[in-house]
T-cell receptor, first 113, second 114 residues
Framework: EAQVTQNPRYLITVTGKKLTVTCSQN?????MSWYRQDPGLGLRQIYY???????DKGDVPEGYKVSRKEKRNFPLILESPSPNQTSLYFC????????????FGDGTRLSIL | QKEVEQDPGPLSVPEGAIVSLNCTYS??????FMWYRQYSRKGPELLMY????GNKEDGRFTAQVDKSSKYISLFIRDSQPSDSATYLC??????????????FGTGTRLTVIP
């Protein structure tokens, strides 16, 4: 089954404690991206990657890091989380040279206290 | 002004009603138009995908694009309680070369009452 898998699904943590949200896709997609979803603001892109070792900032990259060492994985790293990063996060993927829509994971709800 | 505007609702309708969901946009470069459905505690899933203007029908769902008015719609016929979800419109320019080229509306929350 084609899917994008995120872990963890839920996390409550404290300010300043580094955390990583993993994302893995099994569709051999080149393009992967991270979004956050907040009420009234919709989905906003944090970072995206066009292929292995190629990443770039989206609309709201401050406070986040990513890496793309393998094609299937695209982890999101919060080095020093703050309460304003409390949000619902989604990973997505699609073939790069295509106008096919993105496939989304089921989300990670982060609460930073 | 946002690239994509969508009425957040919420929208409540009785079972069997025809539902109309809408988005407007400002960027004339948009060529691909999508509707995603998002259930609670789940990720957005693609519902409809259209290119340029016109209508596309899939079962009870019809997507319409009016590029002259920069207006897209999703119609749901014979709505069911299982259609209760948040509906997100999304759109992109002709060629997705990377970058942030998928633009989302904020979503409309729909409840279909049995």
């Amino acid at each position: 089954e084609a899917q994008v898998t995120q872990n963890p699904r839920y996390l409550i943590t404290v300010t300043g404690k580094k955390l990583t949200v993993t994302c893995s896709q099994n569709m051999n997609h080149e393009y992967m991206s991270w979004y956050r979803q907040d009420p009234g603001l919709g989905l906003r892109q944090i970072y995206y990657s066009m292929n292995v070792e190629v990443t770039d900032k989206g609309d709201v990259p401050e406070g986040y890091k990513v890496s793309r060492k393998e094609k299937r994985n695209f982890p999101l790293i919060l080095e020093s989380p703050s309460p304003n990063q409390t949000s619902l996060y989604f990973c997505a993927s699609r073939p790069f040279y295509s106008n096919q829509p993105q496939h989304f994971g089921d989300g990670t709800r982060l609460s930073i206290l | 002004q946002k690239e994509v505007e969508q009425d957040p609702g919420p929208l409540s309708v009785p079972e069997g009603a025809i539902v109309s969901l809408n988005c407007t946009y400002s960027n004339s470069a948009f060529q691909y138009f999508m509707w995603y459905r998002q259930y609670s505690r789940k990720g957005p899933e693609l519902l409809m995908y259209t290119y340029s203007s016109g209508n596309k029908e899939d079962g009870r769902f019809t997507a319409q694009v009016d590029k002259s008015s920069k207006y897209i719609s999703l119609f749901i016929r014979d709505s069911q309680p299982s259609d209760s979800a948040t509906y997100l419109c999304a759109m992109s320019p002709l060629i997705q070369t990377g970058a942030n080229n998928l633009f989302f509306g904020t979503g409309t929350r729909l409840t279909v009452i049995p």
